[in-house]
């Protein structure tokens, strides 16, 4: 089951029609403001969850009677942000595949923060990144082989966690073989695809994959 968030960061609305089109997602959760964005398309989610205190309430007002529509308000004293408990509730739901858009903004440390809740779903081999019309992130803990996507430019891969060892990239302009990307080290910035499949091996640690348009 394929299931999208929608949450309060920096969103291209046509970016976000195109790809609801393209995927056919099962499931919309909006994560607090990122309902704004959705009553902009006129996109009715499944599910609405937040603390509601960036959402603009004359909005909200519109979906509070709809009983097709699970509306879940949160404290605003909470442990988890708006966007991790948007998460959680997507796997919760049984979802096989998740993305998030809006999850990239202005606040660095909202956007540094969901790039790290997607080690949850990564622990429960969930398939999950996060999307903007500029790129796509995603955690890689294992081997694995990805296809050549034209309109991505570069591919990055950073880690994780303190060391990401093991580290071998076949079908790549910069191959490793057997690498250790330690914090603190750029040697993993803006590679490049060279054939149709390449292969990311790991063996210990996590790494971050940015596939990125420009």
């Given at each position: 089951m394929k299931t999208i968030i929608v949450t309060g960061g920096n969103i291209n609305k046509d970016f976000l029609e195109q790809t609801l089109l393209n995927y056919k997602y099962d499931n919309i959760i909006a994560s607090d403001k990122g309902l704004e964005i959705l009553d902009k398309c006129n996109i009715k989610p499944n599910y609405i969850i937040g603390d509601f205190d960036s959402l603009n309430k004359n909005i909200l007002k519109k979906y509070l009677n709809d009983k097709t529509i699970k509306i879940i308000e949160l404290n605003p004293e909470k442990d988890y942000t708006d966007t991790h408990m948007a998460l959680k509730l997507a796997i919760d739901i049984k979802s096989t595949k998740i993305s998030i858009i809006g999850a990239i903004g202005?606040?660095?440390?909202?956007?540094?923060?969901?790039?790290?809740?997607l080690k949850e779903t990564l622990e429960k081999n969930i398939e999950c990144n996060i999307l903007n019309e500029?790129?796509?992130?995603?955690?890689?803990?294992?081997?694995?082989?990805?296809?050549?996507?034209?309109?991505?430019?570069?591919?990055?891969?950073?880690?994780?966690?303190?060391?990401?060892t093991g580290v071998t990239l076949q079908g790549f302009k910069y191959p490793l073989f057997n690498a250790t990307l330690?914090?603190?080290?750029?040697?993993?910035?803006?590679?490049?695809?060279?054939e149709d499949k390449s292969t990311i091996k790991v063996k210990d640690g996590i790494l971050i994959l940015i596939k990125s348009k420009d």
């Open positions: 202005s606040r660095i440390d909202h956007t540094l923060a969901n790039i790290n809740i500029n790129n796509k992130i995603t955690l890689v803990n294992k081997d694995i082989t990805i296809e050549k996507e034209e309109e991505y430019k570069y591919i990055s891969l950073l880690p994780l966690t303190t060391n990401a330690q914090i603190g080290e750029s040697i993993g910035v803006s590679n490049e695809q060279i």
